[in-house]
């Protein structure tokens, strides 16, 4: 098992380039089952999710194609199965993305059940309960969702526009709808949708595959249904930049008093932690196409509180907990999206920072100086906060079971070395 070793303190500086978000190009993907022409993607990221999206896609018999310099080409004109196995589900819950597609367009789908992972529960009712609305049958038996459009419950084996509200927006339960809709018999609409830069991505991508969706990226969306679609023709759909990997790459270099600009980030797509890091005294400003921090004074503590887009992302609150390990003063962290996301704070305990955890609340005392040692880590968004407290703490830190982050972040070590840190992906 790969391991990361991180010798700091150091001082990161220079550009590195946003890659493709994971988010994004895994709706995106699954997007092509709804056609039976090419689907192209580009700018999409090297990571071992969206790699398991193709071996998803593969198995149904869906052509994939992964070329390089992140160009990912799918074909779905001979699928020749309707389910997502657990083995693949348990390694990747977004795997349920492919619910919505298949559904529409040949009426079944057999989808593993997803069980809780590290950061929660994570249940999937509010998917199952929208493609219920358009429709489906769902019966859950032996771990895996059994979903069907009967002859009898919806016109013509086909999926049937609805109104659908959501109790609380949900990201890829939105992009199930959204995926589901374009192919239904009339017209959706879905209240308190997400309102995540990757839910107008994908409806950029599927409007231009010829369905028809009015609103994504406001809480609601109109979809009216149409009898096909096509792939992407000549026009390859460009996945937007990675706003939680820039926000990681932003943030390792306030916590090491650096100055590093992400290009190709989207300020935009990352208002509420900018302004964290803002209140936090980092300098952020607004760069030739991307985003570019410095940290030289001391760090103020800072509260925040993750909430749905636009606030603060709870994909990066492990990063800012890290960071606000070396702020002045007490800060308080609340996640309110997930029950169990506060792992990487005993392992941040472990390199000497003083966090307690309160239920959802993080309470975290600093400055604290760290010193490196072996930590573990739980999920990907806490181990890109153990690499951060790394390149801060003094001496070795060893990061183990990164598998987790390669889930999400291409080719780190090579992005933070070219910064100036001192890391190594070794094995054990
Ligand atoms: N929820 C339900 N029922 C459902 C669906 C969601 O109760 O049917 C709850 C969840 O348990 C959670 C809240 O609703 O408390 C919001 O979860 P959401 O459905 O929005 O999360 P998701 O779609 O499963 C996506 C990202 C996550 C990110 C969350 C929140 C993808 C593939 N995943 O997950 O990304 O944390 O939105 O922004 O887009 C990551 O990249 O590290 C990651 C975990």
Redesign the pocket.
């Known amino acids: 098992m790969d391991a990361f070793l991180i010798r700091g303190p150091s001082r990161l500086a220079g550009t590195v380039r946003a890659s493709g978000a ?2 994004a190009a ?1 709706p995106a993907a699954a997007a092509a089952l709804l056609t039976d022409e090419p689907v192209v993607l580009e700018n999409v990221p090297g990571v071992a999710d969206v790699r398991t999206m193709g071996v998803l896609l593969s198995g149904l018999g869906v052509r994939v194609e992964a070329e390089d310099a992140g160009r990912l080409a799918m074909r779905a004109d001979a699928v020749t199965s309707t389910e997502a196995p657990y083995d693949l589900v348990r390694t990747m ?2 795997s349920i993305l492919v619910l919505g597609p298949l559904l529409a367009r040949f009426g079944e789908a057999r989808i593993s059940l997803p069980g809780g992972c590290a ?9 199952v309960a929208a493609m219920q609305a358009m429709g489906a049958r769902i019966a859950v038996e032996k771990g895996y969702i059994h979903a069907h459009v009967s002859r009898v419950s919806a016109a013509a084996g086909r999926l049937s526009g609805a109104e659908i509200a959501f109790p ?6 939105t992009e199930n709808v959204l995926l589901a809709a374009t192919l239904a018999r009339g017209r959706t609409t879905l209240r308190n949708a ?1 309102l ?1 830069p ?1 839910i107008a991505d994908l409806a950029e991508l599927l409007r231009a595959m010829g369905a028809q969706i009015e609103g994504a990226g406001t809480p609601t969306i109109v979809v009216d249904g149409v009898e096909r679609l096509t792939g992407t023709g000549g026009r390859p759909h460009v996945v937007i930049p990675d706003r ?1 990997e820039a926000g990681t790459y932003l943030a390792a270099g306030a916590i090491t008093g650096g100055d590093v600009t992400v290009a190709g980030a989207r300020p935009g797509d990352l208002t509420a932690f900018l302004d964290a890091l803002r209140r936090a005294g980092v300098e952020v400003a607004a760069e030739d196409g991307g985003v570019r921090v410095r940290s030289e004074g001391p760090l103020r503590a800072t509260d925040v509180r993750t909430a749905p887009h636009p606030g603060f ?3 990066l609150q492990a990063q800012f907990l890290a960071l606000m390990t070396q702020a002045r003063g007490t800060s308080r962290i609340v996640e309110t ?2 029950e169990n996301r506060f792992l990487h704070a005993a392992e941040l305990v472990r390199l000497g920072a003083d966090v307690k955890l309160d239920g959802h609340t993080a309470v975290v005392r600093g400055p604290s100086t760290l010193e490196g040692a072996p930590v573990t880590a739980s999920d ?2 806490a181990s890109a906060a153990l690499v951060l407290a790394g390149l801060a703490a003094r001496g070795e830190t060893r990061v183990r079971r990164i598998y987790h982050l390669d889930r ?1 972040y291409s080719g780190m070590e090579g992005r933070l070395r070219s910064l100036g840190a001192s890391i190594d992906r070794i094995s054990g």
Request: charged share 25%; net charge neutral.
């Open positions: 994971k988010n895994l819950r977004a950061i929660g529960v994570r249940p999937v009712d509010l998917h609380q927006p949900t990201v890829t339960g997400a995540e990757e939680i992302p709870t994909d999206i997930f990907l968004r999400g």
